[in-house]
Every structure is written in structure tokens, then in C-alpha cells.
């Protein structure tokens, strides 16, 4: 019997790469309870606001809302609470000494399964500005324009 290994793509924060600069990623596991694995597999989950930070040498995701499971009793977890994440200590020393740099901090980007595990891809980030943002928007819009014109004059021959 073979395992399906495909990495299905629980949330994603979209908003993290208008509002960042993304300097590097990293793929950690995530310690859960068991109503909450089942609420991601049911894809009940947000990371809009999600953030990590390095507490006593180990790392915690901040704000990441998994819905209690419906199915669930008087035991579900609670939708907001932290949750500790699985890296190894080198890498754990390494963001923190990252992150208390000035304007860098730890975004999640998304949650997936990768196997049977619940896995979490963490960023370290800088802010934009705001005119980095209107920079990104203006460069992108430029790009649709020339992919829009070079339709219409390919589709004229």
C-alpha cells in the first residue's frame, strides 16, 4: 500500500507576501491535539493574523484560529491558543537571534499536510513600506499589460 505524499494545502496567508518581505522560509511541525487535526483536515483553519515567536528555546505560532471541531465534545481545544512548533534547537537559535534584529519577525505563510503530518511553513520577514507596496502593485500591473498585449497580437496572426 502506498502512502500519498502529495502536500495538500490547508490555509494560506496571501496577504503575508503583499505585506512582507519574504528572506527566508522554513518547514516546521506543529504540535496538536486530536479534534484539532481533524478541523484542518476539514480545512477549517486561519492564519491571516498568524505569527511565531521564540519563548524559553522553543517556538509558538500566536493567533493561528483552528475551528473546534464539530463533531467534537466537551474536550475540543480552544480555536485560539498557542501551539508550540517542532524545529530543531539550531534552528530555533538561529531565528531567534534573526528576529530580534530590528523590523525582522516570523510570519506564517501556510499550513499543509505533508503525508500524515500537519506541517507549517514559517517565514522570516521585514515589513514593506508603503511605497514598496505601491512599487509591487505598479510592477505587477505592467506585467499584466504586456502578457494582455502580446495575447491580442498573437491572436491577430
Known amino acids: 500500500m502506498t502512502q500519498n505524499r502529495q502536500n495538500k494545502t490547508v490555509a494560506e496567508n496571501r496577504r ?8 527566508e522560509t ?6 496538536l491535539r486530536g479534534t484539532e487535526v481533524k478541523s484542518l483536515r476539514n480545512g477549517k483553519a ?5 505569527f511565531a515567536m521564540v519563548e524559553e528555546g522553543q517556538i509558538f505560532v500566536h493567533n493561528m484560529h483552528i475551528s473546534p471541531y464539530e463533531m467534537g465534545n466537551r474536550f475540543n481545544h480552544d480555536p485560539k491558543r498557542k501551539r508550540r512548533l517542532l524545529l530543531h534547537k539550531a534552528e530555533i537559535a538561529r531565528l531567534y537571534g ?11 505563510l501556510r499550513i499543509y499536510f505533508s503525508g500524515s ?10 515589513g514593506k513600506k508603503l511605497h514598496d507596496k505601491r512599487e509591487a502593485a505598479a510592477e505587477k500591473e505592467s ?5 494582455r498585449a502580446f495575447k491580442e497580437r498573437s491572436q491577430a496572426f
Do not use: C, P, S
Open 143 to 147: 506585467r499584466r499589460e504586456m502578457e
Open 46 to 50: 486561519n492564519i491571516q493574523d498568524a
Open 117 to 126: 503530518y500537519a506541517k507549517l511553513e514559517l517565514a522570516l520577514a521585514q
Open 26 to 31: 522554513f518547514e516546521a511541525g506543529m504540535e
Open 16 to 23: 503575508a507576501r503583499h505585506e512582507f518581505h519574504i528572506l
Open 98 to 108: 534573526k528576529a530580534r534584529e530590528k523590523g525582522l519577525t516570523l510570519v506564517v
